[in-house]
Structures are given as structure tokens and as C-alpha cells.
T-cell receptor, first 113, second 113 residues
Framework: DTAVSQTPKYLVTQMGNDKSIKCEQNLGHDTMYWYKQDSKKFLKIMFSYNNKELIINETVPNRFSPKSPDKAHLNLHINSLELGDSAVYFC????????????FGNGTRLTVT | GENVEQHPSTLSVQEGDSAVIKCTYSDSASNYFPWYKQELGKRPQLIIDIRSNVGEKKDQRIAVTLNKTAKHFSLHITETQPEDSAVYFCAANYPFGNEKLTFGTGTRLTIIP
């Protein structure tokens, strides 16, 4: 009964392709996030949704588009993949935004060749 | 917005000794400071957090101290064990608007048996 589950775990694809990563949480949390962790292990927030409403949209190329069909799901679609998109992408959720613990998914390792 | 600096970037300690990781933050309004542990190939997991109304918090071998005046907080691990080897991240919130949580750059802690 994984609290925050994301799929796929690994994603290997070629430049120029379009791919999606799915995330679901069963914790009843209001807020969900996408973080990117690069090869240097830096954790950078990309997007945050609170009750299906976009509240954080960092300086991310518009090739990245999040979608939240309901507050338990936050998917990430990436168009025209580039080599620099290779990273581990973590989905996370929290009961409230900003001042409560984050619960991370197990990550999706994206490799663009 | 918030800026979080974390030091050192790498730390090696002998098993049984103590380890200390330090972070500074820029926005005096920040009021929530969590610490996450990320083992190799795994997701970040919360190990301890502190709010601005307390100066210290302990949980078994782990403690966090907060100095609001100096705007810094530290993680202390006593009696270190091999399973403490991981990357540790501090974070601080920006308590206005989107209430974003900003992470430090991480400390790779290695426990030498």
C-alpha cells in the first residue's frame, strides 16, 4: 500500500520523443509536487498543485506540462525530450503546502539518448 | 524567495563518532525546517523537522537545533552507524504566497566502519 506511487520507475527514450510520468497518492493530501533531481543530487521543485490548482510553476521549459485530474493524481507530460532532461523525477505530496512534511514517491529515472 | 545554503557537501566520520550538518537560510519569516535522508537509489525521507517556535528537537540519535537570530539550523547525529550513510538535505519554507519549500544542496555522509 504505497503512499505515493509513480510510474514508470525507469524510462529510456530518444531525443524528440514525448513521454508521460504518472503519480498517485492515497494519503488524502491536498498538495502534490514534481521535483527534479539532477546528477549532482540537487532537488529542484518544478510544479505544485493544491486541490487541483496550480500554485507553483518554476522556471521550467513549457515542454513540461503537469496535469491534475483530481487531488490524488498529478501527472507530468514532457514534449520533445532533450538530453538535458535526463534526471530522476520525484512526485511528492503533503497535507498542507509549505509547512508540513513531504512524502516522496520512489522516483522515475528518465534517460534521454 | 528563500535561499538555503548547506555545508559541508561531503562528510566522513568514524563509526560511533558524531556528525553535524549545517544550513543557513535567508528569509527571517521562514518557520518550518525539515531534514530529509536519501539513501542510494531511494527516495528522500523525512527524518526530523523543527518549527520556529522551538530551539531544539531530539529523536533518539538525531537532533536538530535552530538559531532564528543567526538564521541557521543544524542536524546532529550521535553514535553514528553504517546505516547512517546517505545524502542529507535540509530545507526551509517561504511562508507567504505559494509557501514553497527550498532545499539545500545536500551533504553526502559516509560512515567509516
Amino acid at each position: 500500500d504505497t503512499a505515493v506511487s509513480q510510474t514508470p520507475k525507469y524510462l529510456v527514450t530518444q531525443m524528440g520523443n514525448d513521454k508521460s510520468i504518472k503519480c498517485e497518492q492515497n494519503l488524502g493530501h491536498d498538495t502534490m509536487y514534481w521535483y527534479k533531481q539532477d546528477s549532482k543530487k540537487f532537488l529542484k521543485i518544478m510544479f505544485s498543485y493544491n486541490n487541483k490548482e496550480l500554485i507553483i510553476n518554476e522556471t521550467v521549459p513549457n515542454r513540461f506540462s503537469p496535469k491534475s485530474p483530481d487531488k490524488a493524481h498529478l501527472n507530468l507530460h514532457i514534449n520533445s525530450l532533450e538530453l538535458g532532461d535526463s534526471a530522476v523525477y520525484f512526485c511528492a505530496s503533503s497535507p498542507k503546502r509549505g509547512h508540513s512534511p513531504l512524502h516522496f514517491g520512489n522516483g522515475t529515472r528518465l534517460t534521454v539518448t | 524567495g528563500e535561499n538555503v545554503e548547506q555545508h559541508p557537501s561531503t562528510l566522513s566520520v568514524q563509526e560511533g563518532d558524531s556528525a553535524v550538518i549545517k544550513c543557513t537560510y535567508s528569509d527571517s519569516a521562514s518557520n518550518y525546517f525539515p531534514w530529509y535522508k536519501q539513501e542510494l537509489g531511494k527516495r528522500p525521507q523525512l527524518i526530523i523537522d523543527i518549527r520556529s517556535n522551538v530551539g531544539e528537537k531530539k529523536d533518539q540519535r538525531i537532533a536538530v537545533t535552530l538559531n532564528k537570530t543567526a538564521k541557521h539550523f543544524s542536524l546532529h547525529i550521535t553514535e553514528t552507524q553504517p546505516e547512517d550513510s546517505a545524502v542529507y538535505f535540509c530545507a526551509a519554507n517561504y511562508p507567504f504566497g505559494n509557501e514553497k519549500l527550498t532545499f539545500g544542496t545536500g551533504t553526502r555522509l559516509t560512515i567509516i566502519p
